[in-house]
C-alpha cells in the first residue's frame, strides 16, 4: 500500500468518525463493563481498555477486508 492511499484511508475514517460521533457517543463506548475508571479527591484516571479491545477489532476488520 502506498504512503498517499494509507494517509487518505486514514483521514477518510477520521472524517467518518467525526461524523458519527453523536452516535457513537450514545450508544456507550467508553462506559462498557472492563473499562478501569479510578476517582479520588483531586485525581480521576480513566482506562478505556475494553472500550479499546472493541475499537481495536474494529479497525483490524476494516484493514483486513480493505487488504483484500
Request: proline share 6%; hydrophobic share 55%; charged share 10%.
Amino acid at each position: 500500500m502506498t504512503m498517499q492511499r494509507l494517509l487518505i484511508t486514514i483521514g477518510a475514517a477520521f472524517l467518518l468518525v467525526g461524523l458519527l460521533w453523536p452516535l457513537i457517543s450514545s450508544s456507550g463506548l467508553g462506559r462498557l463493563p472492563g473499562d478501569i475508571s479510578i476517582q479520588r479527591p483531586g485525581l480521576q484516571i480513566y482506562f478505556p481498555f475494553t472500550s479499546g479491545l472493541l475499537v481495536s477489532a474494529g479497525l483490524t476488520l476494516v484493514l483486513w477486508l480493505l487488504r483484500r
